[in-house]
């Protein structure tokens, strides 16, 4: 059952290989014992030409001998047919030896062809592992190259999300002023229309106010005529009219300085009038303003599409540095496992080596065998043919 | 309606003294006129109480900005306001950049504009 066992566990080659040593042993056997038996019989024969000689001289030999020698003779005879018997049957085996050795000439060819188409196969396989080896080698180089590239543009992409980073802050600083001075121009905008106002308003006052007065200095006018025509009429009266004369010169006197003081107001409404006129000019004449607001605005909406520009900018070199980690990280995994493949193949290299040389060793002895069973099975058949002839 | 800018107005509150401008579209320096217009008729029917709806607005130029900044004084001074309701987040992020928060009430919803006028 062991025997079995280790016989099954043997590789198809060692099986053969065994299988023919067997088949060498028992050719082997088989031969010597042919062998023997030839050279027995050619002592016979010796013996039996000697006694065929002495008989036929036998005039030499007498009584007793004679006897012994004829005894000798039928011994020999029955000899003779005895090995006769054995050699028929020697013949006979190395007949049937040969007929089963004929399947085992014809199993020859067709366990060498399949082993040398094997071989050339494991031949070809080496070869291609070999390419498949240098490739990969140079993958590998690529690769390394590749890694160190990644690793170049994910740091010029963490440089270029500080650069980005940095100029977000500064824009988003800067559209903070923008926002202030928006703020501060449209409020001035809004003052200043609300002045315009104001003064319009107050310069309507001053023409309300100078109407007032052009009344006042004609009321004024009226009365140093009518205190005139009072002290007229005072003088016309005598004694009588002293007194009211007295009063008419003070109207008078009252009248004039108050003509005076209209002519004043009169003259510093004029000059309100003038200042406001002048004033709401300057505030209509705003076309600088407004260019400045628009400069403002257009410096303003110009930040506003910088800030979105370089926050989009900022997103995108964000995702860009995500990529190219990713991409390193890729990188340096592929690496590892193209070494790791790289190991791999050159262990199939060996072991192809390795079988390969197995092979071509199995081949050569299967040849050997091959040579040594034709050898042997041309030495049985004149075996059988000499075993024939005798 | 200017070209790129639709504007509606609707009135709310008990007495409909609460004004709601509707914008739809950008408000860029041209279409800021129109917007500067509605604002203008709104304060001369003596509706100082203003809510701007930005829901269908996508960007807002240095120039709207400054009509809000700019009559916000004015309703203020009439014992009115101004607020911004429903930002888009681009017009968001913009407002925040700009630090109009200091000025300007924003709301996520009309109704809580409305209801912040104590109405």
């Known amino acids: ?390 | 309606m200017d070209h790129g800018v639709q504007i509606n107005i609707d009135y709310e509150g008990a007495n409909l003294e609460i004004a709601i401008i509707r914008v739809t579209g950008l408000i860029d320096t041209d279409t800021s006129r129109s917007v500067s217009r509605a604002l203008e008729d709104v304060i001369a029917k003596k509706q100082f109480k203003v809510i701007m709806d930005l829901s269908r607005v996508d960007y807002i130029s240095s120039a709207g900005w400054g009509i809000f900044i700019g009559e916000l004084k004015e309703l203020r001074r009439q014992g009115g306001d101004l607020k911004l309701a429903c930002l888009t987040p681009e017009v968001d992020d913009i407002f925040k950049l700009l630090e109009f928060f200091n000025v300007l009430s924003t709301f996520d919803a009309v109704e809580d504009a409305v209801r912040s006028f104590g109405t």
């Open chain 1, 1 to 390: 059952m062991g025997c079995m066992t280790a016989l099954l566990s043997l590789r198809f080659f060692d099986k053969i290989h065994i299988f023919l040593l067997i088949l060498c042993v028992l050719l082997i056997s088989s031969i010597t014992t042919i062998f023997l038996h030839y050279i027995i019989i050619n002592k016979i024969f010796a013996d039996l030409s000697y006694l065929i000689k002495n008989t036929l001289m036998g005039r030499r030999i007498g009584g007793p001998a004679k006897d012994d020698v004829l005894m000798a003779f039928e011994q020999e005879l029955t000899l003779i047919s005895e090995k006769m018997d054995q050699l028929e049957k020697s013949a006979l085996s190395s007949h049937k030896m040969t007929a089963e050795m004929q399947p085992l000439k014809a199993l020859s060819p067709k366990t060498t062809r399949p082993l040398c188409a094997v071989l050339e196969k494991y031949s070809v396989l080496q070869d291609k592992v070999a390419t498949a080896l240098d490739q990969l080698k140079k993958i590998i180089k690529i690769n390394r190259a590749l890694a160190i590239a990644a690793e170049k543009v994910n740091l010029s992409a963490v440089e270029m999300a500080e650069d980005t980073s940095a100029t977000s802050k500064t824009a988003s600083g800067g559209i903070k002023s923008v926002g202030h001075e928006i703020r501060a121009i449209s409020e001035l905008k809004s003052t200043m229309g609300s002045s315009t106002q104001i003064i319009q308003e107050l310069n309507e006052m001053s023409r309300h106010v100078s109407q007032f007065i052009t009344t006042i200095a004609a009321i004024s006018r009226r009365t140093e005529l009518l205190s005139l025509n009072a002290g007229i009429e005072a003088a016309r009266a005598g004694e009588a009219g002293k007194g009211f004369s007295v009063v008419a010169n003070e109207i008078r006197t009252l009248s004039e300085s108050s003509k005076k003081a209209t002519e004043e107001i009169g003259g510093m409404i004029r000059e309100i009038e003038i200042r406001t006129a002048n004033a709401i000019n300057a505030m209509h004449n705003t076309n600088k303003l407004e260019e400045n607001i628009k400069v403002v605005y257009a410096v303003g909406d110009t930040f506003m599409h910088i800030v979105n520009e370089v926050k989009a900018m900022d997103k995108v070199v964000g995702r860009i540095k995500d990529i190219t980690v990713e991409s390193s990280n890729d990188s340096h995994l592929m690496n590892k496992l193209l070494e790791r493949l790289d190991n791999v193949l050159q262990e199939c290299t060996h072991m192809l080596s390795g079988m390969g040389n197995e092979a071509s060793e199995q081949t050569t002895i299967l040849n050997t065998l091959v040579i040594e069973y034709e050898n042997l099975r041309k030495l049985n058949m004149q075996s059988a043919i000499e075993a024939e002839q005798q």
